[in-house]
């Protein structure tokens, strides 16, 4: 069944290496938590939005017994602001076995993110033309080090913010899975698929529609871009327009319900709420999204600069590190995963279409965030939001590898630089 999901292993050498680095990575990934205290198993989060509004749909409201953080306030009583998809799961619990169902909630995600690993190691493995200890090096390095494995503890307590990323990224990284082999329109419709349900909790996945959408424009190895064929050829054009509507029928019915829980939190299904949360209240966050906006390209200079560049500091007790003194509003994405800096080494490869489609849905994805009015408050030492974009940078690093002349001698650089991203996540962990 691996197998067929996959497209990858009909050698027996492909198999065993899938095999082999899948162990690794699961080996390495129970080791880790060891870092992670769980103090107790079930739920035990009251004031998580999507908690109550799935009590609150039970007892026939959608409204919220009591305000709690990041809610708003409409015709008089407290509203979720966020993507329906945590209500769902949460509304699947409570309907099937009522509170009790939630006993094992931390192992849930545990599990989640088990499996998050194992299908960014397939993927990996598969984009970048099976080089080993590169995709062994980037998966740890995504998984283990910050933001994921940083954010995870406050995902476990049953943060809405933190578990939202948790359950968008599993369908993400099933995503890569699936495009790393030919978009025929059956597989279309699974890529599809994973996109409509990590929308469900990330609603800015939508824009991962782009990339298959610019590789069906290519040859089918990458070589070149194959645009006249495509639109110029009749039956051609039907087929692209076919593989097209696969596609998008997931995404769009995603895209139909969240509409439908804006409509019955707000009475308008264009009104997500976000600027009706920051009423009556004086903060930080609150203040830039009065100011300028949810979105706005005043916050571009700010989040570039906290993306790549905002170095925290570190406390040493002789030549040892003990700590990180971060900045809440987050600190340089290179500075807890620099193994990002392989893109220097694969710059020349942006020649090649596949890479440059890649390197352009990676953009684009991480562009609403820059634009976003919260640099990822509260992160200190990492880049929370960079959770958003980051397994796709790592999918088109891959592809980049792939396509790239990069010596062996460079890629086992890799590893120190995964050591440290686990290195650097560990210090960030509550003791």
């Given at each position: ?123 990996l493995l598969r984009l970048s033309g099976s080089k080993v200890i590169f995709s062994l090096s980037l998966t740890l390095s995504m998984m283990l080090g910050a933001p994921y494995f940083a954010s995870f503890p406050s995902a476990l307590g049953g943060s809405i913010y933190r578990a939202n990323h948790c359950f968008s990224i599993v ?261």
């Open positions: 069944m691996l197998e067929r999901f996959t497209s990858w292993g009909d050698r027996p050498q492909s198999r065993t290496i899938l095999l082999g680095t899948s162990l690794f990575v699961l080996g390495a990934c129970v080791r880790f938590l060891h870092l992670v205290a769980f103090n107790q198993l079930q739920f035990n989060n009251p004031e998580n939005p999507a908690f109550l509004e799935a009590q609150s749909l039970l007892n026939g409201t959608i409204a919220l017994p009591a305000r709690v953080h990041d809610t708003a306030v409409f015709d008089g009583a407290a509203r979720n602001i966020f993507q329906p998809g945590q209500t769902l799961y949460f509304l699947a619990h409570l309907g099937l076995g009522g509170t009790a169902s939630l006993a094992y909630y931390q192992l849930e995600l545990v599990a989640i993110a088990l499996i998050s690993a194992l299908l960014l190691n397939i993927a369908f993400l990284v099933a995503f890569l899975v699936l495009i790393s082999s030919k978009l025929t329109a059956t597989r279309l419709g699974w890529i599809g698929a994973c996109i409509g349900a990590a929308m469900l909790f990330r609603a800015q996945y939508v824009l991962l529609l782009l990339l298959p959408v610019l590789l069906l424009l290519q040859d089918d190895e990458g070589q070149r871009w194959d645009l006249k064929a495509n639109l110029g050829n009749p039956s051609q054009r039907r087929e692209l327009l076919k593989k097209i509507g696969c596609l998008v029928i997931a995404p769009a019915l995603a895209l139909l319900l969240i509409l439908g829980f804006q409509a019955a939190r707000f009475n308008n299904p264009l009104e997500n709420g976000y600027l009706l949360a920051y009423e009556g209240r004086e903060d930080y966050i609150a203040d830039r999204a009065q100011d300028h906006g949810i979105l706005s390209e005043y916050f571009l200079p700010e989040n570039l600069y906290r993306t790549f560049w905002a170095a925290p500091e570190l406390d040493f007790d002789g030549w040892e590190i003990e700590g990180v003194k971060g900045d809440r509003r987050g600190n340089s994405l290179i500075f807890s995963q620099p193994i990002l800096l392989m893109a220097l080494l694969i710059w020349p490869s942006l020649r090649n279409p596949r890479v440059q489609a890649w390197a352009i849905a990676s953009l684009v994805l991480a562009l609403p965030v820059w634009l976003y009015h919260n640099p990822g408050v509260y992160a200190p030492g990492y880049m929370r939001l960079s959770l958003d974009y980051i397994m796709l940078w790592a999918g088109a690093l891959a592809v980049g590898v792939q396509r790239a002349t990069v010596p062996r001698p460079l890629l086992w650089l890799t590893v120190p630089a995964a050591l440290w991203a686990m290195f650097y996540a560990s210090l960030l962990i509550p003791t």
